[in-house]
């Protein structure tokens, strides 16, 4: 059972781009019971002004998807942001291109990675990795991208920020993958997936949580074994009218586990 539902913000990206619009689509988060937020990227306004209108609808920053670059390379700037947002969880949102083909380049991610987040862990902050499906490939033919990052990353100053539909995606399992990072995953994003038929094919898409082929009861009575401390949903698209209305659909199912 958990309290707070979270909301990664990529989800209402198309609302964020001025002032005006986020202060409604933070009011209608607040409204289906959304308390807590992971940002994507840099907001179109400015950066304070944008958390003051969170707190005005009583939701809290939880964590981010920011720029790699900014997040690797210019740390003081990193989190001069973090701490006006009052978080300390600083992510990113995905690895480069570069090093999702390539061995060395993967390598040479990864010692950026930890030493960045040996910076921030003297800061008291904590650098997060958020996975897509293309982890799950076989960077060496045998061992997959998340198996390196599981093994590579530092699990002291690192943690997960594991997405359930994108781990199913990548033909994993989605419990097995949480059970084996337990005690590095502060932030699950709940993700929904199933089958979608598309010029004869069966594609795996995006779904509202509990309306796809995932198996909720097992993921969150595990979520909450291994001490998952933010429970955010996302989706990227597929919504079912507006992205309130789906994530309308997300929170009630979720209803069921929360306090």
């Known amino acids: 059972m958990f309290k707070n539902l979270g909301l990664q913000l990529y989800t209402v990206r198309e609302y964020l781009k001025e002032a005006a619009s986020a202060d409604l689509a933070f009011e209608k988060l607040a409204a289906l019971g959304y308390t807590e ?15 003051a209108l969170l707190q005005k609808h009583g939701i809290s920053i939880v964590g981010t998807h920011y720029d790699t670059q900014k997040v690797l390379y210019d740390h003081e700037h990193t989190m001069a942001l973090h701490r006006l947002w009052n978080t300390t969880n600083i992510g990113i949102g995905a690895m480069p291109k570069e090093p999702r083909t390539d061995l060395k ?8 990675f930890n030493r960045a987040a040996e910076v921030y862990a003297k800061n ?31 699990p002291k100053n690192t943690s997960f920020v594991l997405d359930t539909c994108w781990v199913a995606g990548g033909g994993a399992d989605v419990t097995d993958w949480m059970e084996k990072l337990a005690g ?10 199933y089958l979608k038929q598309e010029d004869g094919k069966n594609l795996p898409w995006m779904a509202e949580v509990g309306y796809g082929n995932l198996a909720w009861d097992k993921i969150m009575a595990t979520a909450e074994r291994i001490g998952v401390k933010h429970y955010v949903v996302e989706q990227d698209a597929a919504f079912h009218g507006t992205a309130f209305d789906s994530l309308k659909m997300s929170a009630d199912f979720l209803a069921k586990y929360r306090k």
């Open 37 to 51: 937020a992971q940002t994507a990227g840099t907001p179109a306004f400015d950066a304070a002004e944008f958390y």
């Open 105 to 112: 380049a993967l390598g040479q991610f990864m010692e950026d």
């Open 124 to 154: 008291g902050f904590k650098l997060t990795y958020h996975n897509h499906s293309f982890e799950f490939v076989r960077i060496d033919g045998f061992k997959t991208i998340m198996d390196l990052l599981y093994e590579n990353l530092d």
């Open 184 to 193: 590095r995953i502060d932030i699950l994003h709940l993700k929904d997936l």
